[in-house]
């Protein structure tokens, strides 16, 4: 029997806070600050990471998150600007008045000193209010402009931080500006900046009707592949389940993606368990990724290929099922 | 030039709210009590009814809200009890705690009292908490005969009150146990009373991947539209956009069906105007609505069944093209 | 190590065709005969049951075809009239043209004859052209009826026959009127006789919208489930690709709602393996269900209905993760 | 009232055939041949070009299609290449086998040859065939590899002719390699050559996900609109039904898109109307397009751009039903 030496695994901290939507608006749980969701998150098994949202809850600095890190045996991989609230509701990048824009630009800045302050390795960009709702309601031109833009702006003003930007097809706009891994390659090829990449979240591709896997290849293949993190959803959404809840197929290809591509790099959960203990929501995703990156060490990668280049569908699924139908410890 | 008489317009209270969602925890705006909301949709011109949620906001009564309705020249079409409010998360009439059950019970109940008070049509009972989120979490049987066993308690403990359900095939919930309009109708003809039906809701049936226009028929046949509200979408999401702005041609063919079965009903919004003036979205949509009822008017209905009758598409949208391709005014 | 007593397997005749599409109108392969077809179906490991088209090919006669399922150790579970050809692609029951809704009957009841003559479980009939493709191309009322009354009409000739309907979304018509479990379980209902029931597709639930698990439930509980098939898809479409190549989870509660309400009956296969070996594609796919079936027999049912009482996703996952990750043999 | 000069309108030539598809495998009408495709083209009103499949259907020669279009008084504006035939069904540029790889380039090079000689503007080029069905099937990076670097080849080879790449997200494969506007972009940008370009195709853009309208101004802004053809569908998938018949407002936002970018081109169609009279089909469109021209010149264009540079949808939207909702003709 092996022993295996897992890859880190981190979280987003929303993992650990309750949640509101527009029906349950008196929210899932009482909501909890920056410190607690910490706290929390430290009682998970294995996980080493998390994803920290800016401005932290009220009266938290950075030092006490700081702390709150150490005490909990957490690093930030990330910090993520909360450019969607309502402040931003009419968009951050794109929003039709400058003032706002400049507001946007401000917290991210603010973000990017976070980012050096925590040592953290990136900025994650979601400018999920930026987009339309409306047939006619924007000039297409003029806002893809405004959000290449601003993007070009904020990045090429702090050199020293990476921006990961996390594309989704929508929600909470109807449509969102970046909404797809080949939409945001363009842009970012636009922007023409090697600080700008993509955090790719398997639920979105998913819900892109994308091929996570094809994605995280052409990401990767471009060199921009600053971090991933996953889920799982039933495709018409983004549902933000526990992984493997549903798509063990995929999400098997997804991480083979990654490994033939010797991609080094934090196993990071995005998900939102509204009516769940979120703890053992996180142990129970961690155990399956375990199975999967077990899976990953049994399976005949070689005969994989060889199926591949034949594209042959039947060999290669039977190839995998023999991989992944192995028993979870 | 002819003049209309139209029919009576009406809207979810919650059009004049302000919303939150998962993302903008803070609201696309202030917070508005119950009475706010009655003011403002009064401002709106040729708005004769609204659906009043339940509870109000807090310090708000009976009479508080008779009040405000008859000064704002409102009158209550139904009452919509809060049963997806955090208590209810995890579900209503089929929570699987009974002490909860027991309490969406309670509130109906309450909700029923109120219709009687305020001389409203039905209560709407919208169990958007009902359902399960993933594979394998329900026991499928048992979840079904929860919500229909609690459906005919709830009605035959108010014989002189109607029970109007809205179907919607998912949100909050991964999967809502009452989704589409002929599983809502199977459950009705189990529950065996005359006093629950349906409030059909244009967009939820376009969500569900049904015509509205064939769900209305259907749901007509069976005696059991008590209600209807309309709006829009892409299809992929209950989005509640301003009605008109997307799906005109099948939303004419919605009120045809209305028309050729005589059905006689106020014409309701539901819309979520997250980010725009809601009396404004209000307004633009009536305006729209006048012109489909104008178009009907219009509308060479014997051709158009001719044309029906043999199946012919084309012949059927020159016809109906003809009429709804005339002026707006 | 157990030896396990496997289900009877079975598959459409179909799944051993050649197929065309809109694009490859010359066929991905060259035509085959009926009785090919049983040939190569009988050169598949644990196969016992098939599913016949009708009309045969051309010059086959029933007794050519018994002969064929007798040589290739094969039954026929059921007898598929192609009221979806040329003639019918207007519609088979739904047909404007009473003629043509006369010949759909005529091939409806030779189909019966051959059920009897095969000592077949059950004439299915699937009406993929029956529906619409425009709004306001139909009366919907007049159609619903049309569908409902000649499914009426047909069963009350042939009382001794079981005719299964198999619901699907669409294909080829954009809008098929026998769409959901819902509505045709309301159907079955107004037509009121016994020999009529439901064939559910594990595909077309998915694609529907539906749980599959819970469609069978709710079929079951009225007494309708005369028959099953499996396959998978994308959810977006009805792909018919190898089943278990998605949704292992869903396919496993599938199978766990047919265990636990002993249900009897063949597990069949409905899949078009365009471009691959049709004998390698039914060996994959049984080889999975086998795993299927081992699973549910390792599955920790009361835990599980423990977990399920109290609607706890995450303890119903972690035991059905621990039957299904169990290594494929 | 005002005398219109109308674009020129034109149809891929597969409007005036008959069809297959997996169901109907005997057609829906009998196969016609491309000369008889051209004389009934040439019944449709206002018709003025075709896009001509090739190879043209057995004995037809170029010269009798240059006869042929002449006498029906039309010009080919495309020559597409039937690279998804049954030779082609597992890939056209991504096949596995190089031989059939070359076999389709032959085909390609010799449809450069008959644009030179019927004069027309582009080679449409539509890899239906190219992509995958299952998880696990291809390598991703080599799929693409050969996708971009055939491509690349092939309009190397045929310097004088342009290319318009015709994406889709799919169908006939589960998932076409160029699925996307942005995707396509990126695959230009990486080829790398100018008589590369896209075909985009309304009804694609809406089935990925995309807004038309906004698809049409990526394209523009980088060049790259080589051609376009209009149709309509429930988006969820390639209906290819009678434009204007579901999506009236984003059909004119598609159209007002290419009016204030000044593009001039061939207003075409890409219809299968499977049950339909095609000549019908083809005048209905036409009326309808005429009344989307018609009301874009009543649009006020100043006014929508005021709104839209406040991102005010509301305001956008009464100024777009204004025009759109004017009287047909």
């Keep these: 029997m092996n022993t295996y030496t897992y890859p880190k695994f981190g979280a987003g901290l929303w993992h650990f806070a309750n949640y509101v939507d527009r029906y349950a608006v008196d929210g899932y749980g009482p909501a909890l600050s920056t410190l607690e969701q910490i706290r929390i998150a430290g009682t998970v098994e294995d996980l080493s990471y998390v994803d920290v949202p800016y401005p932290f809850t009220e009266g938290v600095s950075v030092s006490d998150v700081k702390e709150a890190l150490a005490n909990a045996g957490l690093k930030a991989i990330g910090v993520t600007p909360e450019i969607y609230l309502r402040r931003f509701s009419r968009g951050a990048f794109t929003n039709p008045d400058p003032a706002i824009r400049q507001q946007a630009f401000e917290l991210m800045h603010e973000a990017a000193k976070v980012v050096r302050e925590l040592g953290a390795n990136y900025v994650k960009v979601w400018p999920g209010q930026d987009g339309w709702d409306y047939p006619f309601q924007v000039d297409h031109k003029n806002l893809w402009k405004l959000a290449v833009d601003g993007m070009r702006e904020l990045a090429s003003a702090n050199p020293d931080v990476k921006f ?79 992984v493997g ?85």
């Design 164 to 242: 990961a930007i996390e594309y989704k097809p929508r929600e909470p706009r109807v449509k969102m500006t970046w909404d797809s891994a080949a939409r945001t390659l363009l842009g970012i090829d636009d922007i023409g900046l090697d600080n700008v990449g993509i955090l790719l979240d398997f639920g979105h591709a998913l819900f892109a009707g994308e091929s996570p896997a094809d994605s995280a290849q052409l990401i990767i293949d471009r060199g921009r592949l600053f971090g991933m993190d996953v889920n799982d959803n039933l495709r018409g959404w983004d549902d933000d389940l526990v």
């Design 245 to 329: 809840t549903v798509h063990m197929t995929e999400i098997f290809e997804f991480f083979y993606v990654l490994k033939i591509n010797n991609w080094q790099g934090v196993w990071q959960l995005d998900q939102f368990p509204f009516r769940e203990d979120n703890v053992e929501a996180a142990n129970l995703s961690i155990r399956f990724l375990k199975h999967i990156y077990r899976a990953l060490d049994k399976l005949d990668i070689a005969a994989l290929q060889a199926a591949q280049a034949e594209q042959n569908p039947l060999r290669a699924q039977k190839i995998i099922q023999n991989a992944l139908l192995s028993s979870i410890e």
